[in-house]
C-alpha cells in the first residue's frame, strides 16, 4: 500500500481526532493536512502508520488549540463549536463513546481543560489509544499522560452531560419537539422542556441573535413559536438532521441556504439544553450559507405588516 492509500484509510481518524481536540471543523481539516505534508517528507516508512500520523495531528492539533484560545477568549457572547453533521469515523465498538464526545455539551466541557489534557482526554477516553502511544503523542511521559487523563476526567465528570441512554428515545423526543415547533404550538413545546432549560444562540457578533442565554420552559417555548411564525412567514424550513451527533436540525432560507443549525441535548426525558450555532464563520463548511440579516429583516417587516393587517 502506498502512503498516499495509508493516510487515506486513515483520513477519517485523524480528522475524528483533530476536531474533538479543536472543536473547529475547518482547523481540523488545516490540522489534517499538515499531518499529510509532514507523513509526505518523512524519509524512512514508520513501523506503524495509525501510530505515527495520530501522533503527529495530534501534535499539529494541540498548537492550533494553543493560539485558537487566545481568539476563542476575545469571541463576541457565547463560543460553541463548528457544527458537525456527519462524523467520518466509525467504530461499531465504540460508537456510544464517538456520539457523545461529539455533542455540543461535551466539547464545550472540554474547553475547560487545558491543550494537554484535553488532547490525552481525547486519545485515551474516546478513543482508546493506550498510555505509551498517548506519551509519544504529546511528548510527556507515560506517568505524566496518566496524571493529565485523572484530572482531565475529574474535570468531565463533574459537569459531563447527561443523555438518554436509550438512543431511539432520544429521537422521539426530538420528532416530537420538532413536530410542535413546526406547528406554533406552545404548549406541546413546554411539556417537552425540562423546568430550568437553557437556549443559547452563537452569533460571534456576526449575526442577529436572541440574547446569550434564555432561562425557563415558558419563556424558551414562547420564544421558539414566535421564532418560527417570523421565519416560516419569509419562507425559512427547517430541517431535522443530527447535529454533532445528537438530534438536531438545519435551518434554511427559502433558497436552499444555511441559517443557522439547532441541537438539543436531552436527559430524564426532556430537552435539558437548546444551543444554535447562526455565526456565519461556523457555517460555510456545511453549505452556502445564508445572509441571517437579510432574513430577519424581511421577517421583521412581514411581522409589521401582518400587524397592521390585523389592527385594520
Not at 48 to 74: G, H, N, W, Y
Not at 111 to 139: K, M, T
Amino acid at each position: 500500500m502506498s502512503r498516499t492509500e495509508e493516510f487515506e484509510e486513515l483520513r477519517p481518524l485523524l480528522f475524528a481526532i483533530a476536531y474533538r481536540i479543536l472543536g473547529s471543523v475547518s482547523e481540523a481539516e488545516d490540522a489534517v493536512q499538515e499531518t499529510w505534508l509532514r507523513y509526505e517528507t518523512t524519509p524512512t516508512q514508520p513501523v506503524s502508520p495509525k501510530a505515527f500520523l495520530s501522533a503527529v495531528v495530534t501534535r499539529v492539533s494541540i498548537d492550533v488549540l494553543r493560539s485558537a484560545r487566545v481568539r476563542r477568549e476575545q469571541y463576541v457572547g457565547p463560543w460553541f463549536p463548528e457544527p458537525l453533521l456527519n462524523d467520518p469515523y466509525q467504530d461499531p465498538e465504540r460508537s456510544a463513546e464517538l456520539a457523545d464526545s461529539l455533542s455540543m455539551a461535551a466539547l464545550v466541557l472540554l474547553e475547560r481543560l487545558s491543550p494537554l489534557e484535553r488532547a490525552v482526554f481525547v486519545l485515551r477516553e474516546v478513543f482508546g489509544f493506550g498510555f505509551p502511544e498517548i506519551a509519544s503523542a504529546v511528548g510527556r511521559s507515560e506517568a505524566a499522560c496518566r496524571q493529565l487523563a485523572v484530572r482531565a476526567r475529574r474535570h468531565m465528570d463533574e459537569g459531563r452531560p447527561r443523555f438518554e441512554a436509550d438512543r431511539k428515545e432520544r429521537e422521539q423526543l426530538a420528532e416530537r419537539f420538532f413536530d410542535a415547533f413546526r406547528e406554533g404550538d406552545v404548549d406541546g413545546l413546554r411539556e417537552l422542556l425540562a423546568a430550568d432549560v437553557h437556549m443559547v444562540g452563537d452569533g460571534g457578533g456576526k449575526a442577529p441573535q436572541w440574547a446569550n442565554e434564555i432561562i425557563g420552559a415558558p419563556k424558551v417555548s414562547r420564544l421558539l413559536a414566535a421564532m418560527l411564525s417570523a421565519l416560516t412567514d419569509v419562507g425559512v424550513t427547517v430541517e431535522p438532521h443530527a447535529v454533532n451527533g445528537q438530534p438536531g436540525a438545519l435551518f434554511r432560507d427559502r433558497d436552499g441556504k444555511i441559517l443557522n443549525t439547532l441541537a438539543l441535548d436531552i436527559a430524564d426525558g426532556r430537552i435539558q439544553t437548546i444551543r444554535s450555532v447562526i455565526n456565519p464563520d461556523k457555517l460555510a463548511h456545511v453549505g452556502p450559507v445564508a445572509d441571517a440579516w437579510a432574513v430577519t429583516r424581511e421577517a421583521q417587516r412581514a411581522r409589521r405588516a401582518q400587524i397592521t393587517e390585523e389592527r385594520g
